[in-house]
T-cell receptor, first 113, second 111 residues
Framework: NAGVTQTPKFQVLKTGQSMTLQCAQDMNHNSMYWYRQDPGMGLRLIYYSASEGTTDKGEVPNGYNVSRLNKREFSLRLESAAPSQTSVYFC????????????FGSGTQLSVL | SQELEQSPQSLIVQEGKNLTINCTSSKTLYGLYWYKQKYGEGLIFLMMLQKGGEEKSHEKITAKLDEKKQQSSLHITASQPSHAGIYLCGADWGGADGLTFGKGTHLIIQP
């Protein structure tokens, strides 16, 4: 029972480097989400994909891009990492939008130096 | 702006004691979700409330949504060390853009 799988679990970047966070779900869910979690700020939505082929901005999209590669996979890209992007990133999925519960991955801890 | 306030921010409770965590929305909720997060891990779904006055229980955890659908409480009876973690409420305000989460309540259970 894999559920939502995120890679990598940990990453350290230098300012200006780029990287892609990978997320895959095996539950045939339509909707996928990227959140970041920061101390004192809670979880904030970066981007979401309501269905395959669509993506939309969330609360804090600046500095990020996403790709819904297929129904299973939703990646998050940092083109030029900044220290402000140091955070824990969570991918989540749901069957039919937020009216159904979200399933979360175990997170990626990213540090930008 | 839409807001979701969660209280308290942190809670230290002696094992065996009861506790309550609150979540208040600035507007009527379509749904209210409770999640638990163990330190360093992802979020695990606990309960979903959608109807005014609804109450759900799972083991020693009970969640309620008020009649106006703007406030929810999570109550733990006879707390155990396994209850320790971060509890987050998530609001569905009817949009397609995912849940809006509260900032979380850090729960510590003292033996």
């Amino acid at each position: 029972n894999a559920g939502v799988t995120q890679t990598p679990k940990f990453q350290v970047l230098k300012t200006g480097q780029s990287m892609t966070l990978q997320c895959a779900q095996d539950m045939n869910h339509n909707s996928m989400y990227w959140y970041r979690q920061d101390p004192g700020m809670g979880l904030r939505l970066i981007y979401y994909s309501a269905s395959e082929g669509t993506t939309d901005k969330g609360e804090v999209p600046n500095g990020y891009n996403v790709s819904r590669l297929n129904k299973r996979e939703f990646s998050l890209r940092l083109e030029s990492a900044a220290p402000s992007q140091t955070s824990v990133y969570f991918c989540a999925s749901s069957q039919g939008g937020v009216q159904e519960k979200l399933f979360f991955g175990s997170g990626t801890q990213l540090s930008v130096l | 702006s839409q807001e979701l306030e969660q209280s308290p921010q942190s809670l230290i409770v002696q094992e065996g004691k009861n506790l309550t965590i609150n979540c208040t929305s600035s507007k009527t909720l379509y749904g209210l979700y409770w999640y638990k997060q163990k330190y360093g891990e992802g979020l695990i779904f606990l309960m979903m409330l959608q109807k005014g006055g609804e109450e759900k229980s799972h083991e020693k955890i009970t969640a309620k949504l008020d009649e106006k659908k703007q406030q929810s409480s999570l109550h733990i009876t006879a707390s155990q060390p396994s209850h320790a973690g971060i509890y987050l409420c998530g609001a569905d305000w009817g949009g397609a853009d995912g849940l809006t989460f509260g900032k979380g309540t850090h729960l510590i259970i003292q033996p």
